[in-house]
């Protein structure tokens, strides 16, 4: 097994096509999957993966890009630790984004001290070596990169390196998806859960949802056949009217998740309500530093106060995020803002729905 | 902000054509310039001469499979051989950053000199300037080629036709991937090699179809995608690649999926895009297979009638989609 090519093979996805289209056919409504991760976005436009689906089954795209999620506050903070002589360190993803009124490229271009990373070790590691200078990393992500945070918590602590902090936008997956549920402003059938948040998760985290909504949930892994395979799964559930949770991705994806890794994020993090672009307050949707670690907590050493607007002129990234609708229905879009000139967050990060849509989906007849 | 050069503007992709059509053609206006192929067409007392230049700032100097040196005579020989022609004589133009080892000095140059005989090129000229440190990041290189147009070479977009076949001499995206490795900050280590390789021996093996030859590139900066993009920009053809026939090496693939990049927008050193009659296309596929550099060739697409102006991606599942223009480089100065 290579655990890709397999994964990608034509007459697999034809088979699973011709099921899907078997099974999608008993049902004689539109039915709306919804997908909460940005690479599963990817994978779709990029596959082409609508094109294999009977019209009324419909592919929608919900709070999936950790970035595009992160509000304006956050950013303001961000901004106004670097204008304050903090070395701000961040994934490169965050550069662009654009806060109230700046954004971290705005800042360095002002000479702010603002490094990009490629891992968290790696803003430690410069922590470690200027111990003059105040090293605040972006703690920005789901459930995938809150356990290398942690980790890198837990180390700075053993080796005191007390100069290393983070400013926490950690934010929960399963929360949001309750709160798109309980608003009810969009109609979900199905959820297409996504792989890798779920590998340190666990399936059965999403137990509630099915439960309590009687919406149906697949793990499912990110490639073509992958998503198909899901997809099958959700609609075998939704022509029966069961809703529960099943696993695709078994492959990576244990019932209990990585139980290292949570142990790991529970040692570092508590979980408290948290502000979601487009969503507002999540209960139980955010990750903040435990007392125990307060002197890496950034927030809880050097607080800043920031007032934030949320208002960016015609960008519709909120309801972008909720899956209300879709990039092209955005005024905005394509010629006004497009990844060179990007107004909104969903088109700045590579895991954007609208920058996905820019890149991959193209209005071009073929 | 806007006002600005980016790094954006040097990838070849949809900022670096505003440069050319707003500020360079307009300035520069003349009828050799005006095609912009890899080297400008002059003809001198009846005999037709190409002339080409590129600047070397690849980071870093050394990479697996080459150096600076090795690609400054590479890249320029291969913007001569594209356009059908033998490339003869070389200049060399120095950026030293102030504080750079004399010994790498020597290693780079003598890479340099060795890559230029193996393919029958001569530095005939130079140039060196030396910069204070920080003005210039170790060492730049610029190189002019000319060399004289085959006569049999009759390479002409303008002779694109629909149904003619598209060639590659091989896997995509090694010399990319091979200096992306080389970047410390990345923390992990790439089993790959650049292609970066003077592509003339290539074309003089296969010189007998030139003739039916009708167009050739080199895949560098912006990579397949990017410069099959800039082809049918504005041509009444467009372009389908059939994702299962482009050759990518295992690894060049692991890295891109871990990184999240597409090959096919990687750049290229030693690949060279054949455009040739559907009817010899087979014929030059296996003439090309007797060659070391070409012996992984393969017939990657055709030119198809609609969408005009577009390349488009059977991918490997039988859906389709377009692959646009590059916008924004993740990977600058890869050469």
Request: include cysteine; hydrophobic fraction near 40%.
């Amino acid at each position: 097994m290579k655990y890709i090519s397999e994964f990608r093979e034509k007459n697999l996805v034809n088979r699973l096509s011709g099921r899907i289209a078997k099974v999608a056919s008993k049902i004689k409504r539109e039915i709306r999957l919804m997908e909460v991760c940005g690479t599963h976005a990817m994978a779709i436009l990029r596959y082409g993966i609508k094109e294999l689906l009977p019209p009324w089954i419909k592919l929608i795209s919900g709070p999936g890009c950790p970035v595009c999620v992160t509000p304006n506050q956050y950013i303001d903070e961000a901004c106004t630790y670097a204008k304050e002589g903090f070395l701000v360190t961040t994934f490169g993803d965050m550069m662009r984004v654009p806060g109230s009124r700046s954004s971290l490229v705005q800042e360095k271009a002002k000479g702010g001290k603002i490094k990009v990373v490629y891992s968290t070790m790696e803003a430690l590691e410069i922590a470690e070596l200027h111990p003059q200078e105040k090293v605040v990393f972006l703690g920005v992500g789901f459930e995938t990169t809150a356990p290398t945070v942690a980790t890198s918590l837990i180390l700075a602590k053993k080796k005191k390196i007390t100069n290393y902090m983070i400013l926490s936008g950690h934010k929960l997956i399963p929360p949001a998806m309750e709160a798109l549920l309980e608003e009810g402003e969009v109609k979900i059938d199905g959820f297409l859960c996504p792989g890798h948040v779920s590998a340190i998760t666990g399936s059965q985290v999403y137990d509630f949802i099915a439960r309590k909504f009687g919406v149906p949930c697949v793990v499912a892994g990110f490639e073509p056949v992958d998503i198909l395979q899901g997809i099958y799964l959700l609609l075998c559930q939704i022509a029966k009217s069961e809703a529960k949770v099943e696993n695709e991705y078994d492959r990576v994806v244990k019932p209990e998740g990585n139980l290292k890794a949570r142990s790991l994020m529970e040692e570092v993090f508590r979980v408290e309500p948290s502000i979601w672009r487009g969503m507002g307050v999540i209960d139980k949707s955010g990750l903040e530093i435990r007392k125990e670690y307060s002197q890496h907590d950034v927030r809880a050493r050097y607080p800043v106060k920031v007032t934030s607007s949320n208002n960016k002129k015609g960008c519709r990234c909120g309801e972008i995020l909720k899956g209300v609708i879709e990039p092209p229905d955005c005024p905005l879009f394509g010629d006004v803002c497009n990844p060179s000139r990007p107004l909104g967050p969903c088109m700045v990060s590579i895991e954007g729905t609208c920058n996905i849509y820019y890149r991959f989906s193209s209005k071009v007849k073929i | 902000m806007k006002d600005v050069i980016r790094l954006a503007h040097g990838n070849g992709g949809k900022l670096s054509w505003q440069l050319i059509k707003e500020i360079f053609l307009p300035i520069l206006s003349n009828p050799h310039l005006a095609p912009l192929r890899d080297s400008a067409i002059v003809e001198v007392e009846g005999k037709k001469i190409a002339f080409t230049t590129d600047s070397y700032v690849v980071k870093p100097i050394f990479f697996p499979g080459g150096d600076i040196g090795k690609l400054a005579i590479s890249g320029t020989v291969n913007d001569l051989t594209v356009m059908g022609a033998k490339p003869l004589f070389i200049s060399c133009g120095l950026i030293i950053e102030e504080g750079f080892p004399i010994p790498t000095l020597k290693r780079v140059i003598t890479s340099l000199q060795e890559t230029a005989k193996n393919v029958g090129v001569t530095v005939v000229t130079g140039d060196t300037k030396v910069v204070e440190k920080g003005s210039a990041d170790e060492i730049f290189i610029n190189t002019s080629g000319i060399g004289i147009v085959l006569p049999e070479a009759n390479l002409d977009p303008e002779r694109i036709k629909v149904g003619d076949h598209i060639l590659i001499n091989g896997s995509i995206g090694e010399h990319a991937i091979a200096v992306l490795s080389q970047r410390q900050e990345l923390g992990f280590e790439v089993p790959a090699k650049s292609d970066c390789a003077p592509l003339f021996d290539l074309v003089n093996e296969i010189r007998s179809f030139l003739t039916c030859i009708k167009f050739m590139r080199d895949a560098t900066r912006g990579g397949v995608a990017g410069v099959l993009n800039e082809i049918v920009q504005g041509e009444d053809f467009g372009i389908e690649l059939w994702e299962d026939e482009i050759p990518v090496r295992e690894e060049t693939f692991a890295v891109c999926e871990l990184l999240g990049l597409d090959p096919l927008y990687l750049a290229n050193e030693g690949k060279i895009l054949i455009f040739v009659e559907k009817e010899r296309s087979l014929d030059l596929l296996s003439h090309l297979h007797h060659h070391p550099l070409g012996k992984d060739t393969r017939i990657i697409g055709e030119v198809v009638s609609e969408p005009r102006g577009k390349v488009y991606l059977e991918t490997t599942i039988g859906t389709k989609r377009i692959l646009d223009l590059l916008v924004e480089d993740q990977l600058p100065r890869i050469c």
